[in-house]
């Protein structure tokens, strides 16, 4: 609702922190001028520049400075955190790779602790800057909400998570209608609404009940405008839609979806593709190229030809696409109809140590770098068991409406292995849709640390 003063507001802060990092580092190298070689300046210049792109390239990625973010100072601060060691990390590896062996160890330390120490007291005045502009009477409206009910306390809710210069007032209701304590007081009844309005100078009138509940909305919302306060409608769309639906607007035209889904945002999906592609190359260069004909001649040696497996599994939008994996099992006709259980006979040894491992899952990194599979997405099910699910999970083909991936959020939650009951498909597909719905680039890479580190632990669904 404030979106031009949060466009303002984000831009100040990528300045702010700007001007701390190129303040600090020229302040660094005033001080540390005596360490600094005359014949080094070029290195400096490329840290110095190399730090800049890093930290703007990690906000952007982890959205250090989305809405949702910067209007939540713990939020804020939180995520600043995390993508400063992220900054850290990366500038490490910068140092080491690139052997910048010019560069004072002092400055390098000097200029990242005091960066460090400038983004806090960054943080800490854009919270001077929040409760400045929340407390001036030219910039905080004023609002009362006309009705209590479930959609009311739920604007209630957003204005206090996102309203930057709203305070709410109350709510106007009849008694009759009230039958708990609210977290504001009830002014007055209906009738009275535009007396208590003007008495306790109302900028804004937001009524959750619509004309075609009470008619006299239509009168109340003329009058309201004849005393230049502002009337708006929230309508309940449970009167029409038993669920939540997401809305956005193309254009002037309002769109109701049942779900939010960031990767259908363009953007987004550039910044997933562009991390399977630079995770997946480098898996198949330094990983697979001499890591594939180790086991293959394990493999071999057990049970002969062939090493890989490909098997036909629904990938995006129910395309069906070969899944490659190395081989496992002996060759047997219900491998594309029968799933593998514990203790199954036809896994052969060296097959167990690749399953327990997920070993046998790596030449699925083929599969994410041509694009018919992601690093993290919902694990794709043989076409038969595709079929079989959707009949029995009814959002079950949602799951398809983005790359299948080699990990996924279900399997990190315990939801991975042999499928022996509808319960556990229902909570696969659960997990999987949350996924869909609350992707970020920082949540993939979540999954992807928290698959290696259970492979390390070992998982008992793992067979």
Known sequence: MNKQFERYLKMTLVVLDLIVLNLLYFLCHAILSKHISSFSKDAYTLYWTISIALWLLLSFLFRTYASKIILNFEHFTKRTIQVYLLWIIFLMFYLFFFRELK??????????????????????????????????????????????????????????????????????E????????????????????????????????????????????????????RECIRFKIVPNLSL???????????????????RTEPLDDVGNRIKKRALDIVVSLFTIIFILSWLMPLLGL??????????????????????PFYCWKLRSMKSNKDANLKQATQNDSRITKIGKILRKTSLDEFPQF??????????????????????????????????????????????????????????????????????????????????????????????????
């Open 103 to 172: 560069i004072s160890r002092i400055f390098i330390v000097s200029t990242i602790a005091s960066f460090g120490l400038g983004l806090l007291a960054n943080r800490f005045l854009y919270l001077g800057i929040n409760k400045y502009f929340s407390t001036r009477d030219y910039i905080v409206k004023k609002v009362i909400i006309l009705g209590y009910n479930d959609t009311a306390k739920k604007l209630a809710k957003y204005f206090e998570e996102d309203g930057l210069n709203t305070q709410i007032v109350g709510y106007i």
């Open 174 to 225: 009849n008694e009759d209608n009230i039958h708990e304590l609210s977290n504001y007081p009830v002014l007055a009844d209906i009738r009275n609404t535009l007396e208590v309005a003007k008495k306790m100078d109302i900028q804004e009138i937001f009524s959750t009940i619509t004309p075609e509940e009470n008619r006299d909305i239509y009168q109340l919302m003329q009058q309201s405008e």
């Open 240 to 258: 029409f839609i038993t669920r939540e639906v997401h809305i956005e607007y193309f254009g002037e035209l309002p769109i109701l979806s049942l």
């Open 298 to 319: 394990l493999i071999f040696l057990e049970s002969g030809f062939p090493i890989f497996f490909k098997q036909l599994r629904t990938g995006k939008d129910k395309k």
């Open 366 to 463: 083929i599969n994410v770098f041509r694009g018919e599979m992601s690093l993290v997405g919902p694990r794709p099910h043989m076409v038969k068991h595709t079929s079989d699910y959707s009949e029995i999970v009814d959002e079950y083909m949602i799951r398809q409406f983005i790359k299948p991936g080699i990990t996924g959020w279900a399997q990190i939650n315990g939801y991975r292995g042999e499928i022996s009951n509808p319960e556990q498909i229902q909570m696969r597909v659960n997990k999987d849709i949350w996924y869909l719905e609350n992707w970020t680039l920082w949540l993939d890479i979540q999954i992807l640390f928290l698959t290696v580190y259970f492979i390390f632990k070992g998982d008992e669904n793992a067979y």
